[in-house]
């Protein structure tokens, strides 16, 4: 969702239509703020951490949220979607937003929302980040996944896995292998 939300968002382009349009696709939850807490991104840097052995908790993530403080315990007038009540209000937030994307571009940066572990600093954070034009998160495109492996090995040039993150398709096809690896682990030998 937010890969899709930064990659179609330009300078000149409110923040706001552009989640409008990712909601309207099916890419956001429900409520964009789900989304937009970075708390889905967190869930995927917690796992991402414990595969690299860390001890680490939902809890321990340092998540800078996009949802302005003002809309976050927010709730939609009775009767109507909260997804496009939210989008509405989101909209008074969009000169703030312009202004973030618009410092970025005259630098020759662009604004990407990431998920970061440091083993070595056993750290993890989510938040949002500007990036040189040259930097294989620039590079991505429409809803693409990416994880840059920084090693000691992959050093200055980081190892880059890339590829589709959200959809229908995408998800089911994850949820399908999911459930294959449990049946299989469900079978008794014989």
Same mark, same amino acid.
């Given at each position: 969702?937010?890969?899709?939300?930064?990659?179609?968002?330009?300078?000149?382009?409110?923040?706001?239509?552009?989640?409008?349009?990712?909601?309207?696709?099916?890419?956001?939850?429900?409520?964009?703020?789900?989304?937009?807490?970075?708390? /889905?991104?967190?869930?995927?840097?917690?796992?991402l951490a414990r595969e690299l052995g860390l001890k680490v908790e939902l809890?321990?993530? =340092?998540v800078e949220s996009l949802v302005?403080?003002?809309? =976050?315990?927010?709730?939609p007038p009775a009767g109507e979607k909260v997804g496009e009540a939210f989008v509405r209000e989101l909209m008074a937030f969009d000169g703030e937003m312009e202004a973030l994307?618009?410092?970025? /571009?005259a630098a020759g940066e662009v604004l990407r929302f990431v998920g970061s572990? /440091?083993?070595e600093a056993q750290a993890v954070t989510v938040k949002?980040?500007?990036?040189?034009?040259?930097?294989?998160?620039?590079?991505? =495109?429409f809803a693409d996944n990416i994880v840059a492996f920084s090693t000691r090995w992959y050093s200055p040039r980081p190892m880059v896995v890339q590829g589709p993150g959200a959809g229908a398709e995408v998800t089911a096809a994850g949820i399908f292998g999911d459930v294959?690896?449990?049946m299989q682990g469900m079978r008794r030998p014989r």
């Open positions: 969702t937010l890969s899709y939300i930064f990659n179609t968002w330009k300078p000149g382009s409110n923040f706001s239509a552009i989640v409008a349009d990712a909601l309207a696709k099916g890419f956001t939850e429900p409520d964009p703020r789900d989304d937009l807490s970075g708390t /889905d991104v967190a869930r995927k840097v917690v796992i809890d321990d993530v =340092q302005p403080a003002a809309l =976050q315990a927010w709730r994307i618009k410092e970025a /571009d572990v /440091d083993a949002l980040g500007r990036f040189p034009k040259d930097h294989p998160f620039a590079g991505t =495109q294959r690896e449990v």
